[in-house]
């Protein structure tokens, strides 16, 4: 109770100065908007979600989205929720062609030079991509169920605090479905690509480099 009741006095103010929100304070901002829409100060926390996904804050964004999708505080709004949930999706990819960039950067440096070592590599990539795509799969049918019936049951029981948590499940799963379907496909890809390294000629089989 005494770390909420700090998170909303530090949070005084922060919609009005939280511009351009700093990558390593995503997650305090984000906390301070929680804390401001469970004591229904929605505008306030609305404002500040708004500003975090604007940052790159992609779990805010899904956030706005649930929120104007189902008029929680807000004005139900599709163009809206849309919107924000098209920006968090760009957010995604962004941030997962950067990694994808990084990795492959760093594979390339690390990358197998016998036909065995390119053979297991991009079986154990391929592998890997359909075990996270599956994943991915089971993570977005868990979170969409269990944040529908936290919402149902705020709903029923006209409880923001289950509206916002089924809200955040939701969101958060559909998040960790995305990342995962994404880093799969890479996975299978990069998978894909080392096999055409692998070139057959008459009778010979070589890598080439």
């Known amino acids: 109770m005494k770390k909420i009741v700090f998170i909303l006095a530090c949070s005084i103010g922060l919609v009005s100065f939280a511009q351009n929100i700093p990558a390593d304070s995503l997650d305090f901002y984000r906390r301070s908007a929680h804390v401001l829409l469970i004591e229904k100060k929605v505008d306030e926390a609305v404002e500040l ?7 790159g804050d992609a779990l805010s964004g899904y956030q706005l989205h649930e929120l104007y ?3 929680n505080g807000v004005p139900k709004d599709p163009q809206e929720a849309e919107k924000w949930r098209s920006l968090a999706e760009e957010t995604l990819a962004l941030k997962a062609q950067q990694a994808q960039a990084k990795a492959a950067e760093k594979k390339s440096e690390e990358s197998p030079q016998t036909l065995e070592e390119v053979l297991n590599e991009s079986g154990r990539l391929i592998e890997r991509g359909g075990r996270e795509k599956n994943t991915a799969i089971i993570v977005g049918l868990a979170g969409g169920a269990v944040g529908s019936a936290l919402i149902t049951v705020g709903m029923t029981q006209q409880s923001i605090a289950a509206d916002v948590a089924g809200g955040i499940i939701m969101g958060g799963c559909g998040i960790a479905a995305f990342v995962l379907e994404i880093v799969g496909n890479n996975h299978i890809r990069q998978g ?5 390294r692998v070139k057959i000629s008459g009778n010979g089989i070589s890598v080439s480099f």
């Open 49 to 55: 979600y708004k500003k975090l996904a604007l940052s």
């Open 69 to 71: 999708s189902q008029g």
């Open 192 to 196: 894909g690509e080392l096999m055409r």
